[in-house]
């Protein structure tokens, strides 16, 4: 064999030999520098609520162009039973070789509690007889037994028939909130159900010329009345004279910030913010909460049909869904229906109209122009005594008149 050939052998073993070695450090190089990788199906942070669930969208995984993904184990920490950020870990192992991802799972609670009204959402009772709401009760995925956190409001008044609502609420600690209603039907005629019973009301005061010689015959008679007062601005002397009222006994009532009825009754807003301004004054004031309302010119008015039409069917509603009771009258002295009234007429009105079969809520004015007012009520509380009637000041629960609503 020739020096030439020998030569083209060696280089051709030598070029063979190079590119083996060189296969053999990139596969070693390919080996050092590639690791599996995990691909999460969705998205790398998911929310989901407790009512649907936690489903598991799994991973893929691959060595370089190997699918690997019956390799990936999977661990969850997600309780999808409970509010709160969970992470689930994917890892994988190959060749030695492992690599891992997390997805970060958000469980929110966007169910409401569940409200049973117990005895159901229908109840009827009769006039005159005594109701306890049955109540109900309430549960929350997240939070249990929320019965306790229950707010309802509305009332029943057992002396005038008619559907009323009672609306219960809840609101879990997530903002979820739940409402019910229940309605109470009360039927019936309770007028002689309370018999012999008085109730003096006053509209329009307090006034510093008038309400306090109202008050110093209450004292002297020892008869409680209810007075249905409006704005008295910051004076410190009506201020002064509503007190003594609830000292002696007697009760204040809303009649309004205004009594002007162009304000009032142009929207169930305006009315409420009217009532709820005085209200808030009189806790202010007096560390007194009202319970009870009257309407300027009562729920009968035809007045507001200029300013709201079916004002007063909605207001009538309202106020009771509102807590508030209302009363009407079903005396009237007639000194509405002028300044300083001859003494005499008042008499002979309310003694007229007064029954002893029934309650008589009689209604009266103690505005500065009621001079004769306070003038006729000895005499009136004297004749009422003698025939046998009973005062009383209004209170929750106590006879109210409601009239017909014409608007």
Request: glycine content about 8%; aromatic content about 10%; hydrophobic content about 30%.
């Amino acid at each position: 064999m020739s020096k030439g050939k020998k030569k083209t052998i060696k280089f051709k073993l030598l070029i063979t030999l190079l590119i083996f070695a060189l296969l053999g450090g990139g596969a070693f190089a390919f080996y050092m520098y590639t690791t599996p990788q995990i691909t999460l199906e969705g998205s790398k942070e998911v929310t989901v609520t407790m009512k649907d669930g936690y489903r598991e969208p799994g991973a893929s995984a691959s060595f370089s162009f190997h699918d690997i993904s019956d390799h990936i184990k999977i661990s969850s920490e997600v309780n999808d039973k409970k509010v709160g950020t969970y992470k689930v870990t994917y890892s994988v192992e190959y060749l030695e070789k492992t690599a891992t991802a997390t997805r970060t799972v958000n469980v929110i609670d966007k169910e409401p509690p569940e409200i049973t009204l117990i005895d159901g959402d229908h109840i009827t009772v009769q006039t005159a007889s005594s109701f306890e709401d049955p109540g109900v009760t309430a549960v929350d995925d997240s939070d249990g037994d929320v019965t306790d956190k229950v707010e309802s409001k509305g009332l029943v008044d057992l002396f005038n028939k008619g559907d009323y609502e009672i609306d219960y609420k809840v609101t879990d600690s997530y903002g979820n909130e739940a409402s019910a209603v229940r309605t109470v039907t009360v039927k019936g005629d309770p007028a002689r159900e309370v018999k012999g019973v008085i109730y003096l009301t006053f509209d329009d005061g307090p006034s510093t010329t008038v309400t306090p010689k109202i008050l110093k015959t209450l004292e002297k008679y020892d008869v409680p009345a209810t007075f249905f007062v409006i704005d008295y601005g910051s004076d410190p002397e009506k201020i002064s004279i509503m007190k003594r009222a609830l000292k002696d006994g007697c009760t204040i009532g809303l009649h309004g910030y205004s009594h002007d009825y162009s304000k009032i009754y142009t929207s169930t807003d305006d009315f409420m913010n009217n009532i709820t301004t005085l209200h808030e004054k009189l806790k202010t004031d007096l560390d007194y909460d009202p319970f009870i309302l009257r309407f300027p010119g009562g729920s009968s008015n035809t007045v507001s049909k200029d300013y709201c039409k079916g004002i007063m069917g909605q207001l009538t509603k309202l106020v009771q869904k509102e807590n508030y009771y209302y009363s009407d009258w079903n005396v009237d002295s007639t000194d509405a229906s002028g300044n300083n009234v001859p003494v005499k007429k008042l008499i002979e009105s309310v003694e007229k109209n007064c029954d002893k079969d029934g309650y008589n809520i009689i209604l009266m004015h103690d505005s500065d122009a009621k001079g004769t007012t306070a003038k006729a009520l000895p005499k009136i509380i004297e004749w009422a005594q003698e025939e046998g009637y009973v005062f009383k000041a209004m209170t929750p629960g106590s006879p109210t008149v409601h009239h017909r609503v014409n608007n």
